[in-house]
């Protein structure tokens, strides 16, 4: 349905899904980025939760079921070129949605796990105004996260962090990291760590989300 340039290898020529509102109709979009393993099917099913109207969602599918091969903790080389693909995806999928009439203060990226931490890294790399960020189990990707790396303003876009103070996979210090850089960017940050959860998406982050999105 959108006709995306400027894709790169690996994830490059895969699959995406779509549902909701069809593109001529659809005035906001929402772009939802799966886990390691995952598939654009599985985040897809999440839109089912959001009480949105006219708005078109977006699923890419990782080429062999993940955007890069190691934990997101790693040095950023280890995870290339995986992170870039998947950074240089997300871009041409917003651009495409720009050239639509879908302004970028109209779209949404929500991420799960390994797509969490991709999420927020776009977010942070190509800093606008966004209709809102959902960071699920996820960070900043790297295995130092320096301040200085991240540059721009948010202006003021409602970014949520929700995450477990367990999760073997999305250290919570990471977590808590990330929003702080993030709010340096001029964000509306909102960051929720769940006690004793475990690597997945509860009720209450959709309630969250659901309550950002309709203001």
Request: negative net charge; aromatic residues 8%; hydrophobic residues 40%.
């Amino acid at each position: 349905m959108l006709k995306l340039n400027n894709t790169i290898e690996p994830h490059k020529g895969e699959r995406i899904l779509y549902s909701g509102s069809d593109l001529e109709s659809a005035k906001r979009a929402m772009i939802l980025i799966h886990g390691r393993g995952a598939t654009a099917e599985s985040i897809l099913s999440l839109s089912n939760e959001f009480n949105l109207e006219d708005t078109i969602f977006v699923a890419p599918q990782a080429r062999d079921f993940a955007w890069y091969p190691y934990r997101f903790i790693e040095a950023r080389a280890k995870n290339e070129p995986g992170i870039t693909s998947g950074l240089t995806l997300i871009n041409s999928i917003i651009a495409a949605l720009n050239e639509s009439g879908i302004e970028n203060n109209s779209i949404s990226l929500l991420g799960f796990s390994q797509g969490a931490c991709l999420t927020i890294d776009y977010a942070l790399r190509y800093p606008k105004k966004y209709a809102g960020v959902f960071v699920l189990s996820g960070g900043l990707i790297g295995d130092v996260i320096n301040p200085n790396d991240y540059k721009g303003d948010l202006e003021n876009t409602p970014i949520f962090f929700g995450c477990s103070n367990i999760d073997f996979h999305i250290p919570e210090v990471r977590v808590n990291e990330s929003a702080e850089i993030t709010k340096s960017l001029n964000a509306d940050v909102t960051v929720k760590i769940y006690e004793n959860m475990g690597h997945t998406i509860n009720e209450d982050e959709i309630e969250i989300i659901n309550s950002i999105l309709l203001k």
